[in-house]
């Protein structure tokens, strides 16, 4: 990456995060990519002098980073909301054992679910494991704060969390770029520090109880928050993107105190602040959480009873609460059709998922794109619950239905969620044998995040050869005989293999294998085209719910724009309608 310094530049909050991150001198990246924060160790991962990584799931990248911390080097581990969930149990850990080199923890809240299962405020990790977390407002702020987040690290001896949002994540500001400075550790044996058996763990947690202390009086003076004193009848406190919303909203009208660390929150300086206005109120996203230490403090303070708990603010949003005008937003005047979200034309998920409906399955779903395949016309995943879940879920569904469930019910993963944690409810699967069918849907990448390698491709983050996990072998290997791999082009095969294997009285893996059609190497074959002559407007093709067929003057038209040519479709028509253009007549 070119080196460019002290000149401003509009960078991607989370671009950001990943400069912070070079010039605070990171010689350490582990993350797994997961929406809104995958960007940061993408965007690292462009810098030489940063060693990066995706790991099989956020547990395994954030003890790789406590290792690379232990080793006298900082390091930074990156996921989202959800994702910091798995990898909370070293997370509380390493509380109590703080760190060598400095140790930044990045996560991603999703406020308005834009791409995740649930709406959860990050900020009750911080507090429940008493570890200080960062929370910018911009890109600037982005860059500043994860290297003062390294400085935080090392002086109190604790891993820092950087909170990051959807708002501030994805939109661009200025960012003027520093320089990168290394520093170095010594690792030095310390048994009393680093094994948290019983007897350490009860000297260590005294040792956090007062770091939190000290925390909480260098919130009272630090520059990450700040007072803006303006009109006095109304002050208020805030963070985040949603600072951003109360000085659109507000200007100088009123006085504002933002808050950059999340946690600990101080006490003094809210104190101070209150003192000065007439009216305080808390703007803050999601869970009260400012508010309610606010409060705490004997407050008379307003928040949440004016404004949602769910879902993303906005500037009009905040105005409304407030009993002001609302910016005037411009509108089409043309009604536009709404655009739900289907499954890419040519997706390999799409045949799997047609022949588990026709066959009348229940299938239990997990984390990735292809829960699409719970949308019409498809409607078959009937649960979706976390990276996984669905193995797991399928054992104890089976467990307690027996054979009238395991002859008509299967798991559907995708090949890197399967790595990250659908390999242990495989275990349990052989383990404690249930007559289970797991489909592992392999699209050679992981997709739903943008198309990162994981541990089944072969590349590592850059591109490189690494690695290769064979998804037949493991399987085998973890006590499954009956093992087979089809192509989802294929119904037919499909059809046979999904029966086969429900109607088998053991454990069983079907391995449904076609790299997504939105790589760059996959080559794809010539667009089918409808012959308006033979087609008698039926719509069996239309059942697959691939958006580059819709139907013109009560006939099949295909937009051969979108066609990749996968020929699905037809294989679905009775009449040879859906044809190749080089064999059409």
């Given at each position: 990456m070119t080196e460019i310094t002290g000149k401003k530049e509009l960078m991607l909050g989370n671009k950001a995060v990943a400069r912070g991150l070079y010039e605070a001198g990171v010689c350490f990246i582990s993350s797994y990519p997961g929406t809104p924060s995958t960007e940061i160790t993408e965007e690292a991962a462009l810098y030489d002098e940063i060693y990066c990584e995706w790991a099989p799931n956020e547990k395994v990248a954030m003890e790789a980073a406590f290792g690379a911390s232990l080793a006298g080097r900082r390091a930074f581990c990156g996921q989202?909301?959800?994702?910091?969930?798995v990898a909370a149990d070293p997370m509380y850990t390493m509380?109590?054992?703080?760190?060598?080199?400095?140790l930044v923890i990045g996560v991603a809240d999703d406020a308005g679910m834009h791409s995740s299962q649930n709406e959860q405020d990050s900020r009750h990790h911080a507090i429940a494991a008493k570890l200080p977390m960062l929370e910018p407002s911009d890109s600037q702020e982005a860059l500043e704060f994860t290297k003062e987040a390294f400085e935080i690290s090392e002086r109190f001896d604790t891993p820092v969390l950087i909170k990051m949002?959807?708002?501030?994540?994805?939109?661009?500001?200025l960012v003027t770029p520093g320089e990168r400075h290394v520093p170095v550790k010594e690792y030095e044996k310390n048994i009393a520090k680093y094994v948290m058996m019983p007897g350490n763990a009860i000297k260590r947690h005294p040792i956090v109880e007062q770091r939190t202390k000290d925390l909480t009086a260098y919130a009272e003076t630090s520059g990450l928050n700040r007072v803006e004193m303006g009109g006095t009848k109304i002050g208020i406190i805030t963070a985040s993107t949603s600072y951003q919303y109360v000085k659109e909203v507000f200007g100088d009208t009123v006085s504002v105190l933002k808050l950059g660390i999340a946690n600990p929150l101080p006490e003094k300086l809210i104190r101070d602040f209150a003192s000065k206005v007439e009216e305080l109120y808390v703007v803050e996203e999601l869970d009260p959480i400012i508010e309610n230490h606010v409060r705490s403090l004997g407050l008379s303070v307003k928040g949440k009873e004016m404004l949602p708990i769910c879902g993303e603010f906005s500037q009009n949003m905040i105005a409304d609460a407030f009993g002001?005008?609302?910016?005037?937003?411009r509108r089409a005047d043309a009604q536009i059709p709404p655009r739900p979200p289907v499954m890419c034309s040519g997706c390999?998920?799409?045949?799997?998922?047609?022949?588990?409906?026709?066959?009348?399955?229940?299938v239990l779903g997990d984390i990735g794109c292809y829960t699409l395949g719970a949308v019409a016309p498809l409607g078959a995943i009937e649960t979706t619950l976390c990276m996984g879940a669905s193995v797991s879920s399928l054992h104890g569904f089976n467990k307690i239905l027996g054979e009238k469930s395991s002859s008509r019910t299967v798991a559907v993963i995708g090949d890197s969620t399967f790595m990250h944690s659908g390999m242990t409810g495989l275990a349990n699967i052989a383990y404690n044998q249930s007559d289970s069918t797991v489909i592992i849907l392999d699209n050679s990448i992981t997709g739903m995040t943008g198309h990162q390698q994981n541990p089944t491709t072969g590349y590592n983050i850059k591109g490189d050869p690494a690695g290769k996990i064979d998804l037949e072998a493991l399987c085998r290997a973890m006590g499954f005989s009956r093992v087979r791999v089809v192509d989802p082009y294929d119904l037919k095969a499909c059809d046979e293999a999904v029966k086969e294997e429900l109607a088998a009285k053991e454990p069983s893996v079907i391995i449904s294998r076609r790299p997504c059609a939105l790589l760059k190497y996959v080559k794809h074959k010539p667009a089918l085209k409808a012959d308006t002559d033979k087609c008698v407007g039926c719509k069996s093709c239309m059942r697959i719910g691939c958006p580059s067929i819709s139907m013109r003057d009560g006939r099949a038209h295909i937009d051969p724009t979108q066609c990749v040519g996968c020929g699905v479709c037809a294989q679905l028509c009775h009449f040879d309608a859906l044809r190749a253009p080089e064999v059409q007549k």
């Open positions: 989202k909301h959800v994702g910091l969930n509380s109590y054992t703080g760190v060598n080199a400095g949002c959807t708002r501030v994540a994805h939109s661009q500001s002001l005008e609302q910016k005037q937003v390999p998920h799409r045949g799997m998922f047609y022949t588990l409906k026709q066959n009348k399955c229940t």
